[in-house]
């Protein structure tokens, strides 16, 4: 039998500094400091809490070797193997020396392990009678066979029921591998599962799985009970058609207005095998997983292309239930009778009908209501195309005289219900709650929670709403919301929200403390800070008796709080008092500053004032700032550097409005600014392409007010001062010319003669220099920099010199004179024929602008290989922190070179040296299969090493936490393994 047990303990490199010590006549450090240094660096983290074997590092900093000895090698060996304590014999406490060693020089280091006992658990023979008999957090065992896999985790059957498990200790777990577990039982969403795994035993392997796979739509999938703890896990066939949604590219599956996502935990080649067949219609074996409160339900697919049939290979039986997706026949609650459809044409499937109580409803949709009651039965359609069918239940609610005719009440009325009662009930929408939810409200301020999201309602609007009084009373909350609601009637409007102005921070916590009555109630007032949690979320005010403080996440309201001490008072804050969340009152829908003004009403503001900002970033000038705009191009400069700001990001920013105004310049900006937030994106940037150079000179010298606009124009070219200025056409008067550093788009301008002209020319209009016009962020028409600029779909060409080529498809990077780059592929396969391009061709490629993942140039019409062997620029970016690197994504960084000097290798496994990881993903890794050959190197995990690599793709989307970057290395000489 094979024992995998946790490792709960994680070796973290850290580099430290030596101010001084001795060194050798060529000025190394000598063998006793380096032995000192990889002292200082070696570190082990979770000595408190060890429940499982330790990974003790047997390689230091500067070529070191490390060995270990314990003083109890009973409980962990000298190779770290723990055997904890049984339960009932206490924790042990166990020292481990560490000796590091370089030729003739040693020195050691101790760690104190504490090994905790053995906790109690329970053992079980079914999954039914762990999840009866088990409480959260409870240690729980139980042996069972894999019946389905996930990244991190897999299911385990019985032969009858499933059970989840997350947390595995193996690096590799197969359907079929019979696994005796022991962990916590808890829960992710609806899923019960064991996590937090501390013991996993293989038992066998290949063992038989005879779990049923149930037919059925996505529709029923979704009629499915996710509070049944035993169905999750467990297998369905559904049919849908593939598309990939949202900033993350999830796959999802949808037929109508019915869908599923699978869950992005699904292994690796299965959602590449379903990312082959976007816009497909399949059907695929799933797993359900568990009912998300964003994502609705998330089921796991494991399949391979093989295991994805499309709609041309369907079976009839899959047929019908394709053809069952898109039966329709109205509102399943109705005053009217149905007409029930006989058929599906498109599908060549005939359908018909069955009910459970012909008194309510008949075959033929014929209904009778009552006076004073809603009546309920089931139709039941059977579709069938040639010897197969398929049954769907449609529930039916026949609406009484007495309901179709009720007066909605008021949300006080409903607070006042009965838990399970349904209510048509109307209020003004006074908060939307992300993708959750919303807030509906009385005159007074009493409001109720809404679970569901409806298209169109918006704060103001007046709505009726038929629901269930549903009540959330876990883990001390007390909250009464609307559930399983349907949206009666909502009239747009600009209704007013009532907030409630007259209490303090600690009065609304009172009142909560007290009978729970101000949930969903709406608030301004001051808040006084306290501190911020290691989860992100800022305390504010606590209640009189000081147990309960007002919190919210703080990172969503950063850089607000970044420098904020206790006893910081927030004026203004509005909110939405929402629930319980670890002993706090939580509130969600905060505002905390007014909104955003557009850069117009920053320029016609008071210079000095503070202003907050919003708009879209359409220039970055090098390191000394950046220009913002409006949707109609109006603009500002924002003095200032912030890592990952881009051209089309939207920001929002705190700044003084402030003016150049020497030397002829009356130039507004923004300065002493703070960036509050970057969307990042692909927003339009305004570029004015209606005006000639001349007619944009006339502009400014009349009144300064295209300053900081964007422009393409045609320019002609006049002389080069000896400053390295270029000079373009003049204004009318004939007194003030464009210019620009021609020194910063050499080779462009190297053969130009007086009255050439330069067509296409992307620029900012910035500053008086010198008596003429200076204009910066200049880009010019076929570059790589001009495709970024661009909106997506715009065609565009680019030419440049190749710098990178993937050995997967043949996509690849140009680069400019200025090493600007972009990404070039034809996921669209609009090329009959991609070419085989090399580093150093200089190519012309005309394609669409667009983005998946990176911006690139796809649905590409041409590309044409100009010469070869050209060198490649000299841009080559040194990476200071790679952890910073990492927290701050460019799109524009992909295709550069970048140099990371010291950085200790953290796995080499399936063709990746991963060399940066925090968390699961949010990972940087040399990806072998698009590097040359790195074997002669051989390295190894805890290696320290100095490499140049391209980044070259983003699993994920670029900016996404938990994307990961992916670096190609095309010389070997580029890679040095520190001794």
């Keep these: 039998m094979k024992k995998i047990l946790t490792l709960a303990l994680i070796l973290i490199a850290s580099i430290t500094l030596v101010a001084c010590g001795g060194t050798t006549d060529d000025g190394e450090l000598s063998d006793a400091d380096k032995v000192e240094e990889a002292r200082a660096a070696l570190l082990l983290g979770g000595l408190d809490q060890v429940k499982a074997n330790m990974n003790l590092p047997t390689a230091g900093r500067n070529g070191t070797t490390i060995t270990w000895e314990s003083s109890d090698p009973s409980v962990i060996s000298n190779t770290g193997e723990v055997t904890r304590p049984e339960e009932g014999e206490g924790n042990v406490e166990v020292t481990l020396t560490a000796t590091i060693t370089l030729n003739d020089e040693s020195a050691t280091r101790e760690f104190i392990a504490v090994v905790i006992q053995e906790e109690p658990s329970s053992t079980f023979d079914t999954i039914a009678e762990l999840h009866t008999a088990s409480a959260k957090n409870d240690v729980v065992e139980f042996q069972g066979i894999v019946s389905s896999v996930f990244n991190g985790g897999y299911f385990l059957t019985d032969g009858t029921d499933v059970i989840g498990v997350y947390g595995q200790l193996a690096e590799e777990v197969n359907v079929g591998d019979e696994i005796f577990v022991k962990g916590s039982y808890a829960s992710y969403y609806t899923l019960f599962q064991i996590s937090d795994v501390t013991v996993e035993d293989i038992v066998s392997t290949g063992n038989p799985v005879n779990l049923p796979v149930t037919n059925t739509t996505i529709a029923g999938i979704l009629n499915e009970d996710s509070s049944d703890k035993l169905i999750h896990g467990k297998h369905y066939s559904i049919i849908g058609t593939v598309e990939l949604r949202g900033e993350f590219n999830n796959v999802w599956l949808f037929t109508g207005d019915q869908d599923v996502v699978i869950y992005y935990q699904s292994p690796a080649d299965s959602i590449a095998a379903l990312e ?55 509102e399943l609650e109705t005053t009217t009778d149905f007409e029930l459809p006989s058929e599906i044409a498109d599908y060549g499937a005939s359908v018909t009908w069955a009910t459970s109580d012909a008194s309510v409803v008949t075959a033929d949709g014929l209904v009778t209501r009552d006076e004073d009651t809603d009546l309920e039965a089931t139709l039941t359609a059977t579709v069938t195309v040639g010897s197969e069918s398929f049954d769907i239940d449609f529930p039916v609610v026949v609406i009484s005289y007495a309901t179709e005719s009720a007066t909605p009440v008021a949300v006080a009325d409903v607070l006042a219900g009965t838990v399970g009662d349904e209510f048509l009930v109307e209020g003004v929408v006074s908060a939307i709650n992300s993708t959750y939810g919303f807030f509906i409200q009385d005159a007074d301020g009493t409001a109720i929670y809404v679970a569901s999201i409806f298209e169109g309602v918006e704060v103001g609007d007046h709505v009726v709403l038929r629901g269930d009084l549903g009540l959330w009373d876990s883990y001390g909350n007390y909250q009464l919301k609307l559930v399983d609601s349907s949206l009666v009637e909502d009239n747009d409007g600009d209704h007013d ?74 004026e203004d804050v509005t909110f939405v008092v929402y629930d319980v969340n670890y002993d706090n009152l939580r509130v969600v829908s905060v505002e905390i500053l007014e909104e955003a003004v557009a850069v117009a009403d920053v320029l016609a503001g008071t210079v000095g004032e503070n202003y907050y900002v919003t708009g879209v970033v359409s220039a970055v000038n090098m390191h000394y700032g950046f220009f913002i705009q409006d949707a109609d191009g109006t603009a500002i400069y924002v003095k200032g550097s912030f890592a990952g700001v881009e051209e089309g990001d939207l920001v929002e920013v705190v700044g003084d409005l402030a003016i150049w105004d020497q030397y002829g310049n009356s130039q507004l900006s923004l300065e002493n600014v703070v960036l509050k937030d970057n969307f990042k994106g692909n927003e339009s940037i305004h570029i004015i392409t209606d005006q000639t150079a001349v007619q944009i000179v006339d502009t400014f010298q009349a009144d300064y007010s295209n300053s900081g606009k964007i422009f393409t124009a045609d320019l002609t070219f006049s002389h080069v001062d000896t400053y390295g200025y270029a000079f373009f056409d003049m204004g009318t008067a004939g007194d003030m010319q464009i210019t620009f550093k021609y020194t910063d788009y050499a080779p462009f301008l190297e053969d130009a003669t007086e009255g050439d002209i330069l067509e296409n020319v992307t620029f900012v209009v910035y500053d008086v220099n010198y008596d003429n016009l200076r204009v910066v962020s200049v880009i010019l028409d076929e570059t790589a920099h001009y495709a970024h600029l661009v909106d997506n779909d715009t065609v565009v060409t680019v030419t440049g010199v190749v710098t990178f080529v993937q050995n997967y498809d043949g996509s690849f990077f140009v680069e400019d004179a200025d090493g600007t780059t972009i990404y070039v592929d034809d996921f669209s396969n609009s090329l009959e024929a991609w070419p085989t391009v090399a580093v150093g061709d200089e190519v012309t490629v005309v394609g669409d602008k667009g983005f998946y993942r990176v911006p690139l140039v796809d649905t590409v019409s041409a590309i044409t290989i100009n010469s070869s062997a050209n060198a490649l620029t000299d841009t080559v970016h040194a990476v200071a922190d790679v952890a910073t690197f990492r927290d701050a994504p460019n799109s524009m960084d992909f295709g550069q070179r970048f140099t990371f000097t010291d950085v200790t290798v953290v796995e080499v496994a399936d063709g990746e040296i991963v060399f940066y990881q925090n968390g699961e993903n949010h990972t940087m890794l040399i990806d072998l299969d698009e590097s040359v050959d790195l074997s002669s190197l051989a390295i190894e995990a805890g290696d320290v090493i100095t490499f140049t690599a391209t980044l070259y793709r983003s699993y994920d989307k670029y900016d996404d936490i938990d994307a990961t970057y992916y670096f190609g290395v095309t010389d070997a000489a580029d890679v040095t393994v520190a001794e």
């Design 497 to 570: 929200v009532h907030i409630i102005t007259d209490q303090t921070g600690t009065q609304i916590v009172d009142t909560f403390l007290e009978d729970y009555s101000n949930s969903s109630k709406i608030y301004t007032t001051d808040l006084t800070f306290s501190h911020v949690d290691t989860y992100g979320y800022a305390f504010f005010d606590a209640g009189t008796a000081g147990e309960m403080r007002i919190t919210f996440k703080y990172t969503d309201y950063a850089p607000f709080l970044e420098t904020a001490e206790e006893g910081y008072v927030l």
């Design 276 to 330: 082959a067949v976007v816009g497909e219609t399949i059907a695929i074996d799933v797993v359900y997983y568990t009912d998300h409160p964003v994502d609705g339900l998330r089921v796991v697919f494991q399949g391979d292309a093989s295991d994805i049939t499309l709609e041309d290979d369907f079976s009839d039986e899959q047929t019908t239930r394709l053809a069952a997706s898109f039966l329709s026949f109205g």
